[in-house]
């Protein structure tokens, strides 16, 4: 498990992810996750490989890779597809 390290030192598992990539083989979006109920801004990058998208979520000071296989829509139009995150990196946030 790869958790997001709060402040406070609790850790918490990233609950929701919402991005809207385009149709190339890579791009960075703007997105929202949501950690211990609270919706926080990210990045994401991403990169197509066959029928694998590999994203790299970066919030706060975290980097999350995730690979995600996607299955399409129900007919609720929710996603069928199925992800696995594989590492997290910390990185530093320097302010000038």
Known sequence: MYPYVA?????????????????????V????????????SCTVTGRRNGGQLYLTVSVEAFN???SVT?????????????YNITGMSGHAQLHS
């Open 7 to 27: 402040a406070d030192g609790n850790k918490y598992v990233l609950e929701d992810l919402v991005f809207a990539p385009n149709s190339g083989e890579s791009f």
């Open 29 to 40: 979006s703007a997105g929202k996750v949501t950690v211990n109920g609270e919706v926080k």
């Open 64 to 66: 999350y890779e995730i």
């Open 70 to 82: 996607y299955k399409g829509e129900d007919s609720m139009q929710e996603s069928l597809s199925t």
